[in-house]
């Protein structure tokens, strides 16, 4: 069963920088696969933020682009998240999965906290 560890969040003052990682076990067809990071804050709903094919295209939603950058190691079977320019309103949790089709059970996420 292929498990989804997220790491990397932290309480960081607006306009800094994080860089989250998603590490995956347990699965060896990691390359094959898109992947995505999405974002959820108490109450709402769960919202894609980036996505990865499994060439390499990658894809935003509106509110981040041109501010993170989504990145995948094969080797590692990692993706990050390369967070800049960030906002108070990228507070969130972070998840990542594969995509289109989510079949990972979901991680713990990580937290990431924009504030002054």
């Known amino acids: 069963q292929v498990q989804l560890v997220e790491s990397g969040g932290g309480l960081v003052q607006p306009g800094g920088s994080l860089r989250l990682a998603c590490a995956t076990s347990?699965?060896?067809?990691?390359?094959?696969?898109?992947m995505a990071w999405h974002r959820q804050v108490p109450g709402k709903e769960r919202e894609l933020v980036a996505t990865?094919?499994?060439?390499?295209?990658?894809n935003y939603a509106d509110s981040v682009k041109g501010r993170l950058t989504i990145s995948r190691d094969n080797a590692e079977q990692t993706v990050w998240l390369q967070m800049n320019s960030l906002k108070p309103e990228d507070t969130a949790v972070y998840y990542c999965?594969?995509?289109?089709?989510?079949?990972?059970?979901w991680g713990q996420g990580t937290q990431v906290t924009v504030s002054s």
């Open positions: 999965n594969f995509y289109p089709y989510a079949f990972a059970s």
């Open positions: 347990g699965g060896s067809s990691f390359s094959i696969y898109g």
């Open positions: 990865i094919s499994a060439s390499g295209i990658t």
